[in-house]
Nanobody, 124 residues
């Protein structure tokens, strides 16, 4: 069975940092692009960051400079380090894998496998 499992979410204060993890079973993450998306209450799921098979990284404008996506191929995991968190970052965070073309990184339909999500709540 192929699974993605996110972990590391929680309740933090504005300005704090948090690192999310995405673990895969049944799939070698290094052969796929991996992305983080998030969905806040009442809003659509939105792209946060992605790391491609070449290890090139892409970020949404709202997190650029604050969030860092990284891979650990030996552990078959991907991380999202989040710094200077604000209340606007409150959402359920999902990791996803796929092989989207560069222009479609933000397209949910391009990502074939999703985790169940982990809640991040930032209090003011």
């Amino acid at each position: 069975q192929v699974l993605l499992v996110e972990s590391g979410g929680g309740l933090v204060q504005a300005g704090d940092s948090l690192t999310l993890s995405c673990a895969a079973s049944g799939r070698t993450l290094s052969t796929y692009a991996v992305a983080w998306f998030r969905q806040a209450p009442g809003k659509e799921r939105e792209f946060v960051a992605a790391v491609r098979q070449t290890n090139t990284k892409h970020y949404s404008d709202s997190v650029k400079g604050r969030f860092t996506i990284s891979r650990d191929n030996a552990r078959n995991m991907v991380y999202l380090e989040m710094n200077r968190l604000s209340t606007d970052d409150t959402a359920v965070y999902y990791c996803a894998t796929g092989r989207p073309i560069l222009s479609a990184l933000r397209d949910l339909q391009m990502w074939g496998l999703w985790g169940q999500g982990t809640q991040v709540t930032v209090s003011s």
